[in-house]
Nanobody, 127 residues
Framework: QVQLAESGGGLVQAGASLRLACAAS????????MAWFRQAPGSEREFVAA????????AYGESVKGRFTISRDNAKNTVYLQMNNLKPEDTAVYYC????????????????????WGQGTQVTVSS
């Protein structure tokens, strides 16, 4: 079992920055990939970013490329999402996810590849 706890959400103005953190506990492993997804009201869950904790390889959703950066601190079992130049359309609940069956340097980018999910943290960007 893996437990995931997100933090760092909040209310900011457009153009501001936020950093989300996801702390993993339980049966964590450096082999796991971790990711951020988000879901706005009335919308499907959307892939934001993912990182392979062993290789450091990353992947990003098209709407956040160049603005968001995912990173990890394996010693702390924590993954971060640095969000810069936030836009109102970034408003959503952001969820952390962990894939415990990651193969080699693969970076999963679909919901079905992830096994554990956090409760989510709200990010609201005002115009």
């Amino acid at each position: 079992q893996v437990q995931l706890a997100e933090s760092g959400g909040g209310l900011v103005q457009a153009g501001a920055s936020l950093r989300l953190a996801c702390a993993a506990s339980g049966s964590t492993s450096i082999r796991h990939a971790m990711a951020w997804f988000r879901q706005a009201p009335g919308s499907e869950r959307e892939f934001v970013a993912a990182i392979n904790r062993r290789s450091g390889n990353t992947a990003y959703g098209e709407s956040v490329k160049g603005r968001f950066t995912i990173s990890r601190d394996n010693a702390k079992n924590t993954v971060y999402l640095q969000m810069n130049n936030l836009k109102p359309e970034d408003t959503a609940v952001y969820y952390c996810a962990a894939d415990v069956n990651t193969i080699l340097s693969h970076v999963p980018a679909t919901e079905k590849e992830y096994d554990y999910w956090g409760q989510g943290t709200q990010v609201t960007v005002s115009s």
